[in-house]
């Protein structure tokens, strides 16, 4: 069953919803939104057990891709253009591959492919689990007790926007035990049926200095997506919409408009 997401809407027009990455929320696509908002009705949500929307304990891609196609169905939506980072470029895909096709008119995906990666995000899980969340004082002593871990200040910083401060102390807005329990599957892809296809417009945007989009992965994208551009952006990796802001939003409206 699906569950309700959160998410907040920008600019009128026809509809594009950004789909967030792993440990993101909509929160971070704000710029992005604000810039095609002058075009476009943009959508963007939290996914599951992430951000404000609802928790579940399972995470596979077919019951994350439900979830968006229910907001779809609940806003009425026609002809709309997906645009997902990382785990949300996976649910983006299978959004348009197992769903509804005639729902979506354009996808593009952002650093990331149809297949299955090894996680290491063991430690990063082992960092978050160990921040004394009931004796941190505030978030600076946050950032320096979790960095002093990771020693990735980026990655600390990124991770700290999830950390909010409740009645009883700090606590992680994203549903942490779910999302470790589910990590293999997060990391993997899953078994689309033969000859299911995606034909309509496609584009994957990768970062150069990404291994997300590997050149052996470009057969694995045109199995699905015969009509895929594939491109790369150089001086940027796997946060690319952040390392290179400009010239992702130029792709991502020069695509939408095409």
Do not use: C
């Amino acid at each position: 069953m699906p569950v309700k997401l959160h998410y907040s809407t920008l600019g009128t027009g026809k509809p594009v919803i950004i789909l967030h990455g792993l440990f993101g929320s909509s929160r971070n696509w704000q710029s992005v939104a604000k810039a095609l908002a002058g075009e476009y009705r943009v959508i963007t949500p939290d996914l599951r057990n992430h951000g404000q929307s609802e928790h579940a304990d399972s995470m596979t891609y077919t019951e994350m891709a439900e979830d968006v196609l229910a907001l779809i169905r609940d806003q009425s939506l026609e002809k709309v253009s997906l645009v997902g980072h990382s785990m949300g470029g996976k649910v983006a895909m299978l959004s348009a591959l197992l769903n509804s096709p005639s729902l979506i008119e354009k996808l593009a995906v952002l650093d990331i492919a149809p297949v299955s990666y090894e996680h290491r995000y063991g430690k990063l899980f082992e960092a978050m689990h160990n921040l004394p969340l009931d004796r941190i004082k505030n978030r600076n002593e946050a950032e320096k007790i979790l960095n002093d871990q990771i020693n990735d200040i980026f990655l600390t910083q990124f991770l700290l926007q999830n950390l909010v401060k409740s009645e009883k102390g700090f606590e992680w807005r994203f549903n942490l035990r779910a999302i470790q329990d589910n990590i293999e599957t997060i990391s993997s892809f899953p078994e689309i049926e033969p000859n299911t296809k995606y034909d309509k417009p496609a584009l994957f945007l990768g970062g150069a200095t990404s291994h997300f989009i590997q050149p052996q992965y470009h057969d694995d994208i045109r199995k699905y997506f015969p009509n895929a551009d594939i491109e790369l952006i150089e001086n940027a990796g796997h946060m690319l919409h952040i390392e290179q802001p400009e010239v992702v939003v130029d792709k991502i409206r020069n695509f939408l408009g095409t």
